[in-house]
Nanobody
Framework: QVQLVDSGGGLVEAGGSLRLSCAAS????????MGWFRQAPGKEREFVAA????????YYGDSVKGRFTISRDNAKNTVYLQMNSLKPEETAVYYC??????????????????WGQGTQVTVSS
């Protein structure tokens, strides 16, 4: 198993930036593909980004392409989400997730087995 701890959320003005972090412990971090999801109040959980085991492949939801960047540091057992040009409608709880499945890139939350506790991101207008 792997344990995930999300951090880095906060309050930011529209157009601003935040970097989220997700620290992993437990089994070998590089055994897991990683993803970020978000969930706004009253809405379904939405795929944001995913990254392969080595970090060589990345995938993004259409609404964040060109503004968000997912990365990982396997030496530090950490995955990051750099978020730029944030919009008020992106206010949500952001979750990192881990999976050993090859279908991690599909964006389905059901492909992920382990989840962080979430970190709140609030974008003010």
């Amino acid at each position: 198993q792997v344990q995930l701890v999300d951090s880095g959320g906060g309050l930011v003005e529209a157009g601003g930036s935040l970097r989220l972090s997700c620290a992993a412990s437990g089994r070998t971090f590089s055994s897991y593909a990683m993803g970020w999801f978000r969930q706004a109040p009253g809405k379904e959980r939405e795929f944001v980004a995913a990254i392969s085991w080595s970090g060589g492949s990345t995938y993004y939801g259409d609404s964040v392409k060109g503004r968000f960047t997912i990365s990982r540091d396997n030496a530090k057992n950490t995955v990051y989400l750099q978020m730029n040009s944030l919009k008020p409608e992106e206010t949500a709880v952001y979750y990192c997730a881990a999976t050993t499945r090859g279908s991690y890139y599909t964006g389905s939350e059901y492909e992920y087995d382990y989840w962080g506790q979430g970190t709140q991101v609030t974008v003010s207008s």
